[in-house]
Structure formats: structure tokens, C-alpha cells
């Protein structure tokens, strides 16, 4: 029996990150989640080209694709191949024919040159047409002038700010750095450690298998006024698994819950995206409904459609050879762990 849904959306992505499975291990064992920026993806991200960014972000949507992903809202980072990153992107994910919104996470982390390169390029890409937003890093790695110059540039363009917020202990000053600087159209990532009073603006991302993945505690993302939408902080689009996993983990915080409320933040990633909610998935078997998919893995796509044409059909994408893809892509990673190495 196949069933038909709209098309999931990931409301937070690192497609840069698809590379990194079997990276050379870091030079020591990160003790923590400051320790795991530092020593994993810190040093991934300085490691990326254009070539790299291309095929890895190539990859990740087609397994998106391939798990009935059809958005996804990505943020990206690689301060030694800034210019023209968000472009590479966005082609990539329109040649495999999934939706991308596009955003460069600025930092002062690499000095102040670093952070005007990574405004520029949101900038760019926005005044060039592409579908992003502006993307921060997070307050604790932002000058006040940086924040707000993100802040400002949204404003221009009239989209929101995409920001990782209080994920670690580090980031907990974030709702006073970031006061009055917050709008409705915001994505405020992670969440972890604001308290439920936090007074910023914007939809709250939940990334659980992340979060319990760096050790940074649950986000309990229930007790927020704002609305709740489900990422998966670069570890793959597959949104039904991650739909069940936050069921599994608020469960685990609150035995009254049912599925019901973790499958509302699933379907809130198409309140970010509306044209997602007029996308097609036909699913080989199952029934569109919390209780039955909370317990039933392994849901595979037959058919997806979107913006009306179908890119995906009797489980194989229909734009791309998945089998190039996956060499290309392994040849890339190769490369980038030859720099880690």
C-alpha cells in the first residue's frame, strides 16, 4: 500500500558537512562541546574548497532526495573559500533538484577581514536573486557590530537571520547580545540553553540527534512560546527518523507525550518554506499518520515531485546518476582528508 505526503523540509542543514564521515580522527578526544567546535568542524570548515563544497552539498541532496527531503535550509561555513560558496551550493542542490535556501554563517572568529568576506558573500548571493537568508555562526564567535551588521543586511533584503543560539554552555549570553535585534523571521538553532522566558523573536530549530550526539543537553523545545520547527545540524535529511527520534527523546523527558507534538515541528518546516507543502511524496508503503510512523522505520520515496516535476521516480533520482555522485564525492573526500591528515 503506498502513501502520498507533502515534501519534508530540514529546516537546518550543514551540507558542507556530508564529506566529513570517516575524517582523520582529531588530535585528541574532545572533552567537550567547545573542544568538539574546535578540534572537528572548526578544522573541517578551514579545509574546504569550491570543488569540495560542490560535491559534498551534491551528495546531501540526493540523499535528502532520496529519503523524500525536498527543502532544505542550509548554513555554511568555510572561511578559506568564502566567495562565490553560496552559488556552488545552490547549483548543486538544483541540479539534483531539491530546494535550498542558502546562508554563510559570518564569524569574527577568523579577524574582522573574515567576517566582512562572509557578509559580502550573503549579500551577493541575496542581491543576485538566490533564495538564502543571512546566516551567523553563533553570538559567542560575533563582535556586537557584527551581529548587528547581519541584523541590518537582513533587514535590507528582507529575509531572516539564520543563527545558531545558545547550543553550548559558551553561547548562554546570547538573548543579551542579540535583544532587540530579532524578528519573526529568524531561525534561532539548537536553543539548548536559553531559559523559557528568552524574549528573542523567531522559530526555534530542534536538532535532537545532535544534540545528544555533542552532549549538550535536551532543549525540552516545548516550553518556548515561539514556534518549533526539526533540523538535523548536518547529519543527514532523512526527517522521518529525526520526526522519530524527537518523539523517542521528548518522550524520554515527558512520558505523557505523544507523537503528535514532535510531528507538529516536522510539519513546521513547511510553514519556512510553503511551496514544500505543494510538493509530491509517494512513499512505498505506510499511512501518513504520527502514531503509525513513530514506530515504522525504513519508509523509502518512490516517486517526488517538485515545483511540478518529478525528480525522483521508481526510487532512483531522475536529474543525476547517484552512482557518479557517490564516486565524485568520495574522490572529494579523499582530498579533504589529505589536508586534515
Same mark, same amino acid.
Given at each position: 500500500?503506498?502513501?502520498?505526503?507533502?515534501?519534508?523540509?530540514?529546516?537546518?542543514?550543514?551540507?558542507?558537512?556530508?564529506?566529513?564521515?570517516?575524517?582523520?580522527?582529531?588530535?585528541?578526544?574532545?572533552?567537550?562541546?567547545?573542544?568538539?567546535?574546535?578540534?572537528?568542524?572548526?578544522?573541517?570548515?578551514?579545509?574546504?574548497?569550491?570543488?569540495?563544497?560542490?560535491?559534498?552539498?551534491?551528495?546531501?541532496?540526493?540523499?535528502?532526495?532520496?529519503r523524500?527531503?525536498?527543502?532544505?535550509?542550509?548554513?555554511?561555513?568555510?572561511?578559506?573559500?568564502?566567495?562565490g560558496?553560496?552559488?556552488?551550493?545552490?547549483?548543486?542542490?538544483?541540479?539534483?533538484?531539491?530546494?535550498?535556501?542558502?546562508?554563510?554563517?559570518?564569524?569574527?572568529?577568523? !579577524?574582522?577581514?573574515? &567576517?566582512?568576506?562572509? @557578509? #559580502?558573500?550573503? %549579500?551577493?548571493?541575496?542581491? =543576485?536573486?538566490?533564495?538564502?537568508? /543571512?546566516?551567523?555562526?553563533?553570538?559567542?564567535?560575533?563582535?556586537?557590530?557584527?551581529?548587528?551588521?547581519?541584523?541590518?543586511?537582513?533587514s535590507?533584503?528582507?529575509?531572516?537571520?539564520?543563527?545558531?543560539?545558545?547550543?553550548?554552555?559558551?553561547?548562554?549570553?546570547?538573548?543579551?547580545?542579540?535583544?532587540?535585534?530579532?524578528?519573526?523571521?529568524w531561525?534561532?538553532?539548537?536553543?539548548?540553553?536559553?531559559?523559557?522566558?528568552?524574549?528573542?523573536?523567531?522559530?526555534?530549530?530542534h536538532?535532537?540527534?545532535?544534540?545528544?550526539?555533542?552532549?549538550?543537553?535536551?532543549?525540552?523545545?516545548?516550553?518556548?512560546?515561539?514556534?518549533?520547527?526539526?533540523?538535523?545540524?548536518?547529519?543527514?535529511?532523512?526527517?522521518?527518523?529525526?520526526f522519530?527520534?524527537?518523539?523517542?527523546?521528548?518522550r524520554?523527558?515527558?512520558?505523557?507525550? !505523544?507523537?503528535?507534538? &514532535?510531528?507538529?515541528? @516536522? #510539519?513546521?518546516? %513547511?510553514?519556512?518554506?510553503? =511551496?514544500?507543502?505543494?510538493?509530491? /511524496?509517494?512513499?512505498?508503503?505506510?499511512?501518513v499518520?504520527?502514531?503509525?510512523?513513530?514506530?515504522?522505520?525504513?519508509?523509502?520515496?518512490?516517486?517526488?515531485?517538485?515545483?511540478?516535476?518529478?525528480?525522483?521516480?521508481?526510487?532512483?533520482?531522475?536529474?543525476v546518476?547517484?552512482?557518479?555522485?557517490?564516486?565524485?564525492?568520495?574522490?572529494?573526500?579523499?582530498?579533504?582528508?589529505?589536508r586534515?591528515?
Open positions: 500500500m503506498t502513501t502520498r505526503s507533502a515534501g519534508m523540509v530540514c529546516a537546518h542543514h550543514h551540507l558542507y558537512s556530508t564529506l566529513a564521515r570517516g575524517m582523520p580522527a582529531p588530535s585528541r578526544t574532545p572533552a567537550g562541546f567547545t573542544d568538539i567546535l574546535e578540534l572537528i568542524w572548526w578544522r573541517l570548515d578551514s579545509a574546504l574548497d569550491l570543488e569540495m563544497i560542490r560535491w559534498s552539498a551534491m551528495l546531501g541532496a540526493l540523499e535528502a532526495l532520496e523524500g527531503c525536498t527543502t532544505v535550509i542550509d548554513h555554511h561555513e568555510s572561511p578559506n573559500a568564502i566567495e560558496s553560496l552559488s556552488v551550493i545552490a547549483d548543486a542542490c538544483a541540479e539534483v533538484g531539491v530546494r535550498v535556501v542558502c546562508a554563510y554563517g559570518v564569524t569574527d572568529r577568523h !579577524g574582522a577581514d573574515g &567576517a566582512r568576506r562572509g @557578509l #559580502e558573500e550573503n %549579500r551577493r548571493f541575496l542581491a =543576485e536573486g538566490g533564495r538564502g537568508m /543571512v546566516g551567523v555562526h553563533a553570538a559567542f564567535t560575533c563582535t556586537d557590530e557584527t551581529l548587528a551588521g547581519a541584523a541590518e543586511l537582513a535590507s533584503f528582507g529575509v531572516g537571520v539564520h543563527i545558531h543560539v545558545a547550543e553550548g554552555s559558551a553561547d548562554r549570553d546570547a538573548p543579551r547580545r542579540l535583544e532587540g535585534l530579532t524578528n519573526d523571521s531561525l534561532l538553532v539548537h536553543g539548548v540553553h536559553l531559559s523559557d522566558t528568552h524574549g528573542l523573536r523567531g522559530t526555534v530549530i536538532n535532537p540527534r545532535s544534540n545528544m550526539n555533542n552532549s549538550v543537553g535536551y532543549a525540552a523545545p516545548a516550553r518556548f512560546a515561539n514556534p518549533v520547527a526539526l533540523g538535523t545540524d548536518g547529519i543527514g535529511a532523512d526527517m522521518l527518523e529525526e522519530r527520534l524527537a518523539y523517542a527523546r521528548s524520554e523527558h515527558d512520558v505523557t507525550v !505523544g507523537p503528535e507534538l &514532535a510531528w507538529s515541528w @516536522l #510539519e513546521a518546516g %513547511r510553514d519556512l518554506v510553503p =511551496e514544500a507543502a505543494d510538493d509530491s /511524496v509517494l512513499w512505498h508503503h505506510g499511512d499518520d504520527p502514531w503509525y510512523l513513530a514506530f515504522t522505520p525504513g519508509l523509502s520515496p518512490v516517486e517526488v515531485i517538485v515545483d511540478g516535476d518529478i525528480v525522483f521516480a521508481d526510487g532512483q533520482p531522475t536529474r546518476d547517484p552512482v557518479e555522485v557517490r564516486a565524485r564525492a568520495s574522490e572529494q573526500a579523499e582530498r579533504l582528508f589529505a586534515l591528515g
